[in-house]
């Protein structure tokens, strides 16, 4: 293929504007993995990069690739934006995928521009596609609907797990032969991986992250637990047996677990928490107040939010119309540039 540089007049808007997109999809209830590991940290960087545009988005089309049931998903998607709310993301970067019908759209128009071996050999799918026992198209698409939900934002940086980076990938590889082949349409996104959280690891088996586990609930705290069930999971969470506190990921996994998500907790360093505590009954008892007291502000504010469908409807209307501006300019240049109009 030559490459042929675009003399087209249309450019991309904001290149010089640094985005971020950061997506989260209403199929669970959150819990301590995903606050500490990764909401926590995200908030940071919002607090410490004021030059830098945050995008919030609760991602309810992807939950309809895998078998679903329409009144869970209506009810998690508004427990998505009211804990997303409540966890201190501002309601003025929050919108609703759904209520922004340019993702699907633009995703058509993408779907025009990826190969289908190149959605095929997505890592994510392949794992999905052997465990369901029947694989919807969208499943196989959906990093093309992710695709179309970057660059529709004319999003420059994307902070996502490891699990996540291949589609981002293909987004830059989508975003570059698109604007290669019909001229330059799409500001090509970077991958960033956010400043690490703490990887918390499931409170009865340690050896899997938390959420990730097939295990009971019982080795998940869920930021929504009230202060009793949290104290009861910490209580029976496994330790390694040997009676000493020490930091030490690989020699002594179940107790290492604990320290990191207590040093979390109070944003300090896990070799000098753990320095603090002689028995594992003394730091289970820290540990247990500190998740507690981490929790409550953020329920209490959940529970306001989530019975006032008012104000999230409201958040809901308010984020789709500053959204509609920027997402139909692209989705024109996109349409103008492949010849639709
Ligand atoms: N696929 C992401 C996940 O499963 C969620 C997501 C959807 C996303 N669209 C996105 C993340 C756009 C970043 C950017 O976690």
Redesign the pocket.
């Known amino acids: 293929m030559t490459l042929t540089l675009s003399s087209d007049a249309t450019t991309t808007e904001s290149e010089a504007v640094r985005r971020r ?5 209403p199929t669970g209830r959150l819990h301590l993995g995903n606050y500490l590991g990764a909401i926590q940290p995200m908030l940071d960087a919002v607090a410490s990069a004021a030059d830098a545009e945050s995008v919030i ?1 609760v ?1 309810d089309l ?1 939950a309809l690739t895998i078998e679903h049931d329409p009144q869970r998903l209506r009810s998690l998607t508004a427990e998505m934006l009211a804990t997303l709310l409540a966890c201190g993301f501002d309601e003025e970067s929050i919108y609703v995928q759904s209520d922004v019908p340019e993702h699907a759209e633009l995703h058509y128009l993408l779907e025009c521009a990826t190969g289908y071996g190149e959605a095929a050999r997505m890592i994510q799918f392949k794992q999905k596609a052997a465990q369901a026992e029947r694989v919807r198209l969208s499943l196989l698409t959906y990093p093309v609907l ?1 695709a179309a ?2 660059l529709l934002h004319d999003a420059t940086e ?1 902070p ?1 797990g490891e699990d ?1 980076a291949q ?1 981002v990938e293909l987004a830059r590889d989508v975003a570059n032969r698109f604007n290669t082949r019909y001229g330059h349409t799409f500001t090509v996104p970077r991958v960033v991986y956010p400043p690490t959280g703490a990887r918390v690891m499931d409170l009865a088996d340690p050896t899997g992250k938390m959420g990730k586990s097939s295990l009971s609930d019982s080795g998940r705290i869920y930021l929504l637990d009230k202060p009793e069930l949290v104290r009861r999971k910490v209580a029976r969470a496994v330790t390694d047996g040997h009676g000493e506190v020490v930091y030490d990921r690989d020699r002594r996994p179940a107790i290492s677990n604990l320290i990191e998500i207590l040093a979390a907790c109070e944003r300090d360093d896990p070799t000098v928490t753990a320095a603090r505590f002689s028995s594992y009954v003394q730091l289970k008892e820290a540990l247990a107040e500190a998740i507690v007291d981490t929790l409550t502000p953020i329920q209490r504010r959940y529970s306001e939010f989530i019975n006032d469908r008012g104000y999230l409807d409201a958040v809901r209307r308010r984020g789709a119309e500053r959204v509609r501006d920027r997402a139909s300019r692209t989705v024109a240049r996109a349409k103008h540039a492949i010849g639709l109009h």
């Open positions: 997109l950061s997506g989260f999809k988005m991602a992807h992710m939900d970057i994307v996502v996540q589609h």
